[in-house]
């Protein structure tokens, strides 16, 4: 079955650059989505359409996609960044996935 | 701005039942796909299934299908979720979400409501 595949986890200091990937063989076809979910809250859409930004959210966070891996990028990460990060796509038969989730930890 | 509360959940012995509301404001509920997925304690998120904005098509996920039901009415701006055979492995918690349809297909989860907690024990 389909998967989409993301590290556990991935530590910075504050300011530092974090990357955060996802791997799956539908991506060169499909969109990669990317949400923030902050610990006891609802999960928030960082990143669609691969690139793109939802009003609102803060201009360090950027996402691309090359072949078979998507990146989640936030550029001068701050504390309040610390949360799982959750990259989210589609298949070709329709299913609708999320990633396992990675724990970003910003100290 | 949209807003999406989700109500419904709580203790259900295994193989009970249990509807799971999600009421919607802020928009037009009638022109949006609508989703619920859910997250079980300490673990990633799991889509669960999404209705078309007429009602007229519906998909779920294969853990769920054949046990559980989705269902809307747009005159009240309503969601709903109907699980029965309910096992231990449906503990989690419930999120409605608000979706964005791409040539009639779901695409993505735009607005997410706080959830609501289900636990079969």
């Not at chain 1, 939802?54 to 701050?78: K, Y």
């Not at chain 2, 300490?42 to 007229?56: F, R």
């Not at chain 2, 055979?85 to 979400?97: G, I, Q």
Request: hydrophobic share 30%.
């Amino acid at each position: 079955s389909y998967e989409l595949t993301q590290p556990p986890s991935v530590s910075v200091s504050p300011g530092q650059t974090a990357r955060i990937t996802c791997s799956g063989d539908a991506l060169p076809k499909k969109y990669a989505y990317w949400y923030q979910q902050k610990s006891g809250q609802a999960p928030v859409l960082v990143i669609y359409e691969d690139s793109k930004r939802p009003s609102g959210i803060p201009e360090r966070f950027s996402g691309s996609s090359s072949g078979t891996m998507a990146t989640l990028t936030i550029s001068g990460a701050q504390v309040e960044d610390e949360a799982d990060y959750y990259c989210y796509s589609t298949d070709s038969s329709g299913n609708l996935l999320f990633g396992g989730g990675t724990k970003l930890t910003v100290l | 701005q949209v807003q999406l509360v989700e109500s419904g959940g709580g203790l259900v012995k295994p193989g009970g039942s249990l509807r799971l509301s999600c009421a919607a404001s802020g928009f037009t509920f009638s022109d949006y796909y609508m989703s619920w997925i859910r997250q079980a304690p300490g673990k990633g998120l799991e889509w669960v299934s999404y209705i078309s904005s007429s009602s007229s098509y519906t998909n779920y996920a294969d853990s769920v299908k054949g046990r559980f039901t989705i269902s809307r009415d747009n005159a009240k701006n309503s969601l709903y979720l109907q699980m029965n055979s309910l096992r231990a492995e449906d503990t989690a918690v419930y999120y409605c979400a608000r979706v964005i349809a791409v040539a009639g297909n779901a695409e993505y989860f735009q607005h997410w409501g706080q959830g609501t907690l289900v636990t079969v024990s």
